[in-house]
């Protein structure tokens, strides 16, 4: 056993960690092509309030998968990770996030998470209610796997503030505590709300209503190649041109919303190490496409490589080759 891990206070084995990190977040179920004799891991919780604090160290590569069935009976908390030492990846959402050290990012304890743990790594997390986070944010899903980086600004100040909690955690008077979940939470819009959520906070509230409701429709079917302005008005019961109007407050266009979503989609689905073989146009269709030419020529503009080299170099990675 190294020196970094002796100073870790580290257990031996994948199935203690397993257990560990299931009891402070949701069940979760890992992997790791690491044998039991050298996986090490270290679990330190504190409570300080409504805020549940957990420094978690693993030396070695992981994988893990918590899926809706082991969210049933969770908990409903809104966690904010912050990344030490090392890096990890996660899904969440349809979004892919890769935390390095010196980031920061929002993971949703109620949501399936695919994660991967690249090298020893250690984060400092901090979980408070869900409820707490929604009564401030109408759509905190939407500041999920986005890292921030805590080298600098709002992202540099919400570290320090999570840092000094933990150091001064057992100091706290009970009259004291019960500030904090609000602090941590008005630190959220600063340090994760993209430009786009910005300027959708500061619309009329009948605005961002029917944007939902847009959105809710793309999300459904955005598999049938006919979906449309007209669609989308017919079911909201709007003109077109009124949809169109309701989709510039926001920067973008119908046409922009569906093509983003739809490559999104058929990104995830390149990257399914479950089914390497699928052809890609059977992706491109499913997802309402008509042209393979169209998704490809879209698909390399936006990730900056064709879909069969992309899902070339993500498999292999997941590899490890």
Not at 189 to 212: E, H, N, W
Not at 270 to 296: K, N, V
Request: proline share 4%.
């Amino acid at each position: 056993m190294n020196s970094l891990v002796e100073s870790q206070g580290c257990v031996r084995g994948l199935t203690a960690y397993e257990e560990a990190i299931s009891a402070v977040y949701a069940p979760i179920k890992l992997e790791s092509g690491v044998d039991d004799h050298h996986f090490y891991s270290s679990v330190d919780k504190s409570r300080v309030g409504l805020l549940n604090f957990t420094k978690v160290f693993a030396n070695a590569p992981f994988r893990g998968v918590r899926n809706k069935l082991s969210l049933q009976g969770g908990n409903d908390s809104l966690i904010v990770m912050l990344t030490l030492s090392g890096e990890f990846a996660f899904k969440q959402r349809c979004r892919s996030a890769l935390c390095e050290e010196e980031t920061i990012v929002l993971m949703d304890a109620t949501s399936p998470i695919e994660a991967e743990q690249l090298s020893a790594t250690e984060v400092l997390s901090v979980s408070f209610p869900l409820s707490l986070a929604k009564g401030y944010y109408r759509n905190v899903g939407d500041y999920c796997a986005k890292p921030v980086s805590t080298s600098a600004g709002w992202g540099s100040l919400l570290k320090k503030f999570i840092l000094s909690i933990w150091d001064e955690r057992d100091s706290f008077q009970s009259v004291d505590v019960s500030k904090l979940p609000a602090l941590i939470a008005g630190y959220l819009d600063p340090v994760f709300i993209s430009g786009d959520l910005r300027q959708k906070a500061a619309l009329p509230r009948l605005t961002c209503a029917y944007l939902d409701q847009i959105e809710q429709i793309i999300a459904e079917h955005l598999q049938d190649p006919d979906l449309s302005p007209a669609m989308i008005a017919k079911e909201l019961g709007v003109s077109v041109s009124y949809v169109y109007h309701l989709t510039r407050s926001t920067g973008k266009t119908v046409g922009r919303m569906l093509m983003e979503q739809r490559l999104e989609r058929c990104r995830v689905d390149l990257a399914d190490p479950a089914t390497p073989s699928r052809p890609i146009t059977d992706i491109a269709f499913s997802w309402g496409f008509q042209e393979l030419s169209h998704f490809s020529r879209r698909f390399s503009e936006k990730y900056g490589k064709s879909p069969s080299q992309y899902r070339k170099d993500i498999l292999r990675s997941l590899v490890g080759e």
